[in-house]
């Protein structure tokens, strides 16, 4: 059974920065790519990062680049997501999933498990 648990979201100030974590079990968590999407009140789900098995490879939205960090630790199977800049247009549901490969994708459709999501509230 996987599980993949997100924690690091709370409320902060325009501008602010804060780390996302997700923990996985129940699976070989280095042999599969892991993303980041996110969900806003009324919107769609849309990708946010992602981070190749090996993590030698990773891809950003064009609205978190150069803010977002993604990042990985495969012997505490533990994917991160660093956010610095933050923005009010990033308050959302930040969630972690498993990708059905070793390499990157931004399409949710290439996801099997996801996390539960931990919420991110930026204040202007």
């Known amino acids: 059974q996987v599980q993949l648990v997100e924690s690091g979201g709370g409320l902060l100030q325009a501008g602010g920065s804060l780390r996302l974590s997700c923990a996985a079990s129940?699976?070989?968590?280095?042999?599969?790519?892991m993303g980041w999407f996110r969900q806003a009140p009324g919107k769609e789900r849309e990708f946010v990062a992602v981070?190749?098995?090996?993590?030698?490879?990773?891809y950003y939205a064009e609205s978190v680049k150069g803010r977002f960090t993604v990042s990985r630790d495969n012997a505490k199977n533990t994917v991160y997501l660093q956010m610095n800049s933050l923005k009010s247009e990033d308050t959302a549901v930040y969630y972690c999933?498993?990708?059905?490969?070793?390499?990157?994708?931004?399409?949710?459709?290439?996801?099997?498990?996801w996390g539960q999501g931990t919420q991110v509230t930026v204040s202007s």
């Open positions: 999933a498993s990708a059905r490969f070793t390499y990157r994708s931004s399409s949710p459709s290439d996801y099997n498990y």
């Open positions: 129940g699976r070989t968590f280095s042999a599969y790519a």
């Open positions: 981070i190749s098995a090996s993590a030698s490879s990773t």
